[in-house]
């Protein structure tokens, strides 16, 4: 298995716009996590007349740098990834501020009782974009064009956004460079998140912007190396049920065992869409309801 060569350093100040190449410009929140990194990356792309993805925190610190950033300008499109709080929460305020209209393939969805409680940031329940759209659908403005690409996987209503001008995909959070993504059921789907890994890599892109830390710049090996990874936890989760653990408290005391307990509960729920994905395609049997609480065993 190849080792996801993650890129961590990069120079940024909060607040302040920062120019990443002629269309491109982006303003980092201060809201630094475990989560989210050093805070939550805006794009603003265009020059005058501009698209701004992934709009952040309504924080009274961001929304004023935000604004400072946008003197001038006009915002034309409010585009959003998905529905946490630190992606979305300001797109509403900015939309109409500027009387334009906020994007996304559509607000948080109706979990079933009993759903698995969502980690990160935490979900953004008041979002709901204007315009609902789908993956394939182009926005034009003065000088760019973006596609979106329906990404499920991270969440079922993930999208990325693709800079046509400058071969760019802004990946929200299906591909960061400082860390994997958590897939988190039901909401969270592997199957389709592996799907979308390799949908990305084949658009050969030459540089791929997350909304957290750095950009990724040598793009087909890290994508390649993120579906690796994948892959190989499946593997070490087939070795653990085939060494007789049952549950996924202890598989991830075995595979996380080398990383900060607090991030257990995220990498328990990544552990159970991997499960989930093992018993669909015939690899593993569940007793019982597929949960956290849930007994796995592999197939005989």
């Keep these: 298995m190849s080792t996801i060569p993650f890129v961590k350093d990069f120079e940024f100040e ?4 920062k120019q990443l190449s002629p269309l491109v410009t982006r303003v980092i929140a201060n809201n630094p996590g475990p989560f989210t990194y050093t805070g939550t990356g805006v794009f603003i792309v265009g020059d005058k007349e501009v698209a ?3 709009p952040g925190p309504n924080t009274p610190e961001h929304v004023n740098a935000l604004y400072t950033a946008l003197e001038g300008k006009t915002v034309t499109h409010v585009l959003v990834t998905h529905h946490h709080i630190d992606h979305s929460p300001m797109a509403a305020p900015l939309a109409a501020k500027y009387g334009c209209k906020v994007y996304g393939y559509g607000q948080q969805p109706q979990l079933p009782d009993g759903g698995e409680i969502r980690l990160e940031a935490g979900d ?4 709901k974009p204007d315009v609902e ?5 182009v926005f034009e403005g003065n000088g760019w064009t973006i596609e979106a690409i329906h990404t499920p996987g991270h969440t079922s209503n993930h999208m990325c956004y693709a800079l046509q001008e400058e071969n760019t995909l802004f990946s929200g959070d299906h591909i960061m460079g400082w860390s994997t993504s958590v897939v988190s059921p039901p909401d969270g789907n592997m199957a389709d998140y592996l799907r979308c890994l390799n949908i990305i890599k084949d658009r050969n892109f030459d540089i791929i912007r997350p909304t957290h ?3 990724i710049t040598d793009v087909t090996p890290f994508v390649q190396a993120y579906i690796d990874h994948r892959l190989h936890r499946e593997i070490q989760i087939a070795e653990a049920l085939g ?8 598989i991830v005391a075995r595979l996380y065992a080398d990383i900060d307990k607090r991030l257990h509960p995220a990498a328990a729920h990544s552990v159970l869409a991997h499960l989930i994905h093992m018993e669909e395609t015939g690899r593993v049997n569940c007793r019982g309801n597929k949960t956290l609480k849930g007994e796995y065993a592999l197939c005989a």
Excluded at 124 to 127: I, K, N, P, V
């Design 124 to 127: 953004d329940l008041t979002f």
């Design 243 to 250: 060494d007789g653990l049952t549950t996924i408290n202890d």
């Design 133 to 137: 759209i789908r993956g394939g659908q």
């Design 213 to 215: 830390g750095p950009a």
């Design 14 to 17: 909060y607040g302040k716009a």
């Design 52 to 54: 701004v993805i992934d």
